[in-house]
């Protein structure tokens, strides 16, 4: 296999700058050249990328060469000539990148049938904001094949040539200096002033830094009696960017015995991580949990007062609030592990969740009441008790609904949580509970079609509800009935099944009206709105940048949609432990498809003994790549069964928090049943339902349903020759 050097996303080369402190701010621009096509879902012979702090701003690849904005804001304050003329500079860079990728490879005596990576970088770093704003910093820099090749000194003027081959680049452009000149002005002047017009017109979203709330919370292991699950989470945060570590007698646990959630959404713009760990009960005092984080000047090393956690739903008693949480590794925080369908190709869902919580939690991110609207893992809109009103989650949803929609939409989410605030307390007097802990009343309804492009067809409705994770009422589509699986739920569906309008109304909301929205819903949102793409797997050599004797392997998988896979990098078939493995985390190729990649250092003449082992929702057999071994089966699944093992699932916005605080006495759980009766009852989907009470009418009929109602920077114009 011929070297190959791969950059797949800009923090690769330049380790993606974030300011360190919470006052900073940043643009920068990345540019991405390859010298020859890949042929590979997402990766582009050219794209462009403006980011403010880590925010996308602008996107622009060689396949559709236009520059797109990124943000609303963007869209909405940036007039239709800013992205004219920003799309005839990207397309003039693209060329000015053609020919100097050539000039390189020539001047290294590079072999053009391999791949090789010219990658440019420019920005600034500000301090303050509001009119107050200080320059601390500006950077411009090349790296080829992922080794720095130039940069700028902007103190001296000046440019530095850190390998051999670009000294002559260095000499050339030294010796102009208007364009230095022009280049210190640039990252000093003109970068700043379009920083601040920016975080200007982005105010709202471009919020300061937020610190973290961190806390150690434990409950007995659901896999071992002996034991204790410890999980340390922290929430609350912005920017995303934070590091955690699990410290036992204040070492840090390798990163193979912990579970980690990932960083993840709280819906209200902040973040939260989780991070959990089997330990012994008597060696509870040994642990605390450690993180760092931008918006802090020290780090936050969390020890004793732990908040104790029965598995059980009875009463608890401690010193501090009760904060249920989820303990188990494999379980992800976002809504999707336990209701997202995993759906056979051509099939496409609608479905509403509502959450209302007891009381208050006092956490970031956490509200008493949340409604969401999602077309298949898309959130398409959002409510919260905190906000109250009903927003738009995709930007075709904003522009083709009428404000009326939104006003109707926003009415009807103020009544059904009056609706849920009333039927949790009914559903806790019914039940005897304790009014001092927490528990959590839900509800989903929608429809799933088979098909689009006005050939679509029903396959089958969903209307259920839940109380504390357990399944209280479901609508019987075929029998126009409600069954009742638990005792408590009995005088709830005698109620509704008299009341036979209801359960008509019902059926035709599920099998039509529901379909009619969604199939609308489709047809607005066409574009974004895909069908499943299975990953294309490839494993890439090159030769280690720290370790002559040694190469780094990469696994990568890319064009991939939805964004949930599981690779694993393997040795003579054993899954290489993840703290030995440096890994990309998924990442947007900016078509609407992801990629991931992983990466290791090896001795050379062990190459032949590694594989990259593939798994999604859309393979009806793992991708192994390596070892002599090509594609095992590539092919589409039909059913899409697997996507239950697969682990992490797409973040959804709002319901994150809430899904990963209210586990621990499985308020929200993925039913115990097998996935063959899950396909058989819902689409290979378990659901996290919502529960109801002794109501006049049920979910449906209060609030009617859902609401149905100049550029920043010109290049160098001398090439790098």
Known sequence: MGRITV????????????????????????????????????????????????????????????????????????EKDYWDKGTQSRKSKEQWFKVNVDILMERMRHNKSDLHVLQWRHGCVIEGENGNSKFVKGIDEYS?????????????????????????????????????TYTKSYLEKECVDWLTKFMDYGQEELRR???????????????NSKKLTLTCLATG???????????????????????????????????????????????????TCYVTHSAITEPIDRKGD?????????????SKENIPYTPAPTVPFSVSSCFVPSLPGGEFSLFYTYTALSKPLNLPGIYEFIAMGMINDQVIDYYDSEGQVKVPKQDWMKEKMEKDYWDKGTQSRKSKEQWFKVNVDILMERMRHNKSDLHVLQWRHGCVIEGENGNSKFVRGIDEYSYDGTEFLSFDDKNSRWIAPVQAAEPTKRKWDEVSILNTYTKSYLE????????KFMDYGQEELRTFSPPEVHLLTKKSVTDSKKLTLTCLATGFYPPDVEMQVRKSKTSLPEHLVASSGVRPNGD??????????????????????????????????GEGQDCFDCSVASSGIIGAVIGVLLVLVGVACVIYILYSKKYIACLNITRNERQAVNGNVAYIPAAAADLEVNGHVNGHVNGHAKQCANGHKNGIN
């Open 512 to 519: 039509k009206e529901c379909v009619d929205w969604l199939t």
């Open 306 to 318: 732990f908040l104790s956690l029965e598995s059980s739903g009875e009463s608890r008693t401690t």
């Open 592 to 625: 609407g498809t992801y990629q991931l990649r992983k990466s290791v250092e090896t001795l050379e003449d062990e190459q032949s003994l590694y594989n990259c082992y593939v798994n999604h929702i859309t393979l009806k057999n793992p991708i192994i790549v």
């Open 7 to 78: 950059l797949f996303s800009a923090s690769v080369l330049f380790c993606a700058f974030v300011p360190a402190f919470s006052d900073e701010h940043s643009l920068f621009y990345t540019y991405t050249a390859l010298s020859k096509p890949l042929e590979l879902p997402g990766i582009y012979e050219f794209t462009a990328l403006g980011m403010l702090d880590d925010r996308e701003l602008d996107y622009y690849n060689s396949k559709a060469q236009v520059k797109v904005p990124k943000q609303d804001w963007m869209k909405e304050k940036m």
């Open 144 to 180: 080829y094949d992922g080794t720095e090749f130039l940069s700028f000194d902007d103190e001296n003027s000046r440019w530095i040539a850190p390998v051999q081959a670009a000294e002559p680049t260095k000499r050339k452009w030294d010796e102009v200096s208007i364009l230095n």
């Open 237 to 287: 945060f912005y920017p995303p960017d934070v590091e955690m570590q699990v410290r036992k007698s204040k070492t840090s646990l390798p990163g193979h015995l912990v579970a980690s959630s990932g960083v993840r959404p709280n819906g209200d713009g902040t973040y939260q991580l989780r991070m959990s760990v089997e330990i012994l009960e008597d060696e509870q005092p040994l642990y």
């Open 209 to 223: 830094h937020c610190p973290p709330e961190v806390h150690l919370l434990t409950k007995k292991s659901v896999t």
